[in-house]
C-alpha cells in the first residue's frame, strides 16, 4: 500500500525535544523529495522543512531554522524531524509529504 | 519570501454552481527553466490535504474534471465547474518556484 505513517508526536514543555518520524511504503522512497509541513490548530499550512532524495540538500522556514533538523535514511524508507527548543507557537500537526501524498498527522502540543 | 494571497477567503456555493478561487503571488512564480511551480490543494474538514492540480493547470490522477486551473506570472485561478456537496473544504494554493516554499491563506468553500 502507497502511504505514510508518522509517529513520534506528544504534549512537551517549552525548551524540551521530540523527533517525528515517518516510515513511507509503496512507492520509490529514495528518488523522492520530503517534506514535513505542520498546521495549527485552526490555521493554514506552513511548510517547514524539504530534503533531497540523497539527503544532501536541506531547507527550513526561518522560524524553525537552528532549532529543527531534517533527515532521512534510505535504507529504512524513512524520513525524520528533530526538534529541539521548542516553543508554544511549534503546537501543530504535522504533515509529512511528498505532495502527492500525505501522512495523517502528528500532533505536537507544547505546553508547561 | 513569496507571499500568496487567495480570494476570496469565504466561498459559499450553490451546488451544482461554478466557483472559482483567486490565488495572486507577490512575485513571478516562474522558475529558471521556464515552469511556474504553483500548485492548488484541497483539505476537506478532518482530513489531511490533497494536491489537485500542480504546475498551474495539470490536473492529479483521480482528481475530477470539473476542476481546472489556469494562470500565469503572478496570477492564477482555481475554477470548479459545478460544485458537489464532496467538494467542500479549504482550498489552497502553493508555490515551490522560491524557497521558502509558501501556501495561501485558503479559501473555506462552503455549500449555501
Known amino acids: 500500500e502507497v502511504q505514510l505513517v508518522e509517529s513520534g508526536g506528544g504534549l512537551v514543555q517549552p525548551g524540551g525535544s521530540l523527533r517525528l518520524s515517518c516510515e513511507a511504503s509503496g512507492f520509490s522512497f529514495s528518488d523522492s523529495w520530503m517534506s514535513w509541513i505542520r498546521q495549527a490548530p485552526g490555521k493554514g499550512l506552513e511548510w517547514v522543512a524539504h530534503?533531497?532524495?540523497?539527503?544532501?540538500?536541506?531547507y527550513y522556514v526561518d522560524s524553525v531554522k537552528g532549532r529543527f533538523t531534517i533527515s532521512r535514511d534510505n535504507a529504512q524508507n524513512s524520513v525524520y524531524l528533530q526538534m529541539d527548543s521548542l516553543r508554544p507557537e511549534d503546537t501543530a500537526m504535522y504533515y509529512c509529504?511528498?505532495?502527492?501524498?500525505w501522512g495523517k498527522g502528528a500532533t505536537v502540543t507544547v505546553s508547561s | 519570501d513569496v507571499v500568496l494571497t487567495q480570494s476570496p477567503v469565504s466561498l459559499p456555493v450553490t451546488l451544482g454552481q461554478p466557483a472559482s478561487i483567486s490565488c495572486r503571488s507577490s512575485?513571478?512564480?516562474?522558475?529558471?527553466?521556464?515552469?511556474?511551480?504553483l500548485h492548488w490543494f484541497q483539505q476537506r474538514p478532518g482530513q489531511s490535504p490533497r494536491r489537485l492540480i500542480y504546475?498551474?493547470?495539470k490536473r492529479d490522477s483521480g482528481v475530477p474534471d470539473r476542476f481546472s486551473g489556469s494562470g500565469s506570472g503572478t496570477e492564477f485561478t482555481l475554477k470548479i465547474s459545478r460544485v458537489e456537496a464532496e467538494d467542500v473544504g479549504v482550498y489552497y494554493c502553493m508555490q515551490h518556484t522560491r524557497w521558502p516554499h509558501t501556501f495561501g491563506q485558503g479559501t473555506n468553500l462552503e455549500i449555501k
Open positions: 504546475e498551474v493547470s
Open positions: 512575485q513571478s512564480l516562474v522558475y529558471s527553466n521556464g515552469d511556474t511551480y
Open positions: 509529504t511528498k505532495l502527492t501524498l
Open positions: 530534503i533531497n532524495p540523497d539527503g544532501s540538500q536541506k
